[in-house]
């Protein structure tokens, strides 16, 4: 196990096993999944999040980049460079889930209160940050295509 201090600050990233970080990876994603398919088809009421889900296309990316980090870890384990953009990815997915879940049960609380049909439920500010984190994940997709092209 290899620490790594980033960029002179007092955080520490630290190297897990290549199996832990898959078996994260790949829980995340799937979690992730699950949340997706809930809030495009069980919450009708909510178009506008389902057009931002089906836009942003998550759901594709998210199988997508769970697929090529499985294909390549065992490959490129030995490489820290390499390491240290896997465990980046498994961090911004675990955040985007995280923010999807807390999505999900505030809609799901919204639903149970008294005339919820007619009431309002502000989601401005959760859909501004996983499209941020949406495009930080990107970002960082990009990152580890070009870092196992080189």
Wanted: aromatic content about 8%; overall charge positive.
């Amino acid at each position: 196990m290899s620490l790594i201090i980033n960029n002179g600050s007092s955080t520490l990233i630290s190297f897990i096993g290549k199996d832990v970080i898959l078996q994260t990876i790949n829980k995340t994603c799937s979690s992730i999944i699950v949340i997706l398919n809930y809030l495009i088809y069980d919450c009708n009421n909510f178009s506008e999040i389902k057009q931002t889900i089906e836009l942003l296309d998550i759901n594709n990316k998210i199988s997508v980049i769970n697929l090529i980090i499985e294909e390549n870890i065992e490959k490129y384990s030995d490489k820290k460079s390499i390491n240290l953009v896997f465990n980046s990815i498994k961090q911004i997915l675990e955040l985007l889930n995280d923010e999807l879940f807390s999505l999900k049960n505030k809609i799901e609380g919204h639903k149970k209160l008294y005339f919820s049909n007619f009431r309002k439920i502000n989601l401005e500010n959760e859909m501004k940050s996983i499209n941020n984190h949406n495009n930080i994940l990107d970002k960082r997709f990009n990152l580890l295509i070009k870092s196992i092209k080189i």
